[in-house]
Structure formats: C-alpha cells, structure tokens
C-alpha cells in the first residue's frame, strides 16, 4: 500500500509540476498580449486592474 501512496504522489506532482509550468506560459503570454494591444491603441485601451498594477503594487497581498 504504501507503495502505491508514493507512486500516486510522484504521479501527482509531475502532473502539478507541468500544470504549473502551462500557467505560468498562460499569464506571460497574456502579459504579452495585453501589452501588445495597449502598444496598438494607446490610451484607448481601457484599464484591466488585475493585470495592470500587481496586487502588491496596489497595498494589498494577493
């Protein structure tokens, strides 16, 4: 049994590990995009808070 636990928790954290990685590409990529759309129109582009300023900018901890 407890080989099992331990071959289910390694499964586990390499399925973790590489979901992580998919977010971390996931909010770069969308950094990227929203810069790229506020390069393009300017001031017209409205504010987006939770990408533009860092919780931690704003006073408070995420």
């Keep these: 049994m407890r080989d099992d636990i331990d071959k289910e928790r390694k499964f586990m954290m ?3 590990a590489k ?3 998919q977010v971390n590409m996931m ?3 969308t950094a ?4 790229d759309l506020h390069g393009i129109m300017g001031l017209a582009m409205p504010e987006i808070g939770t990408i533009d300023e860092p919780p931690m ?3 408070k901890a995420a």
Excluded: I, M
Aim: no cysteine.
């Design 57 to 59: 900018l704003e006073g």
């Design 14 to 16: 390499k399925a973790w």
């Design 32 to 35: 990227g995009l929203v810069g």
């Design 27 to 29: 909010v770069v990529s």
């Design 19 to 21: 979901r992580e990685v």
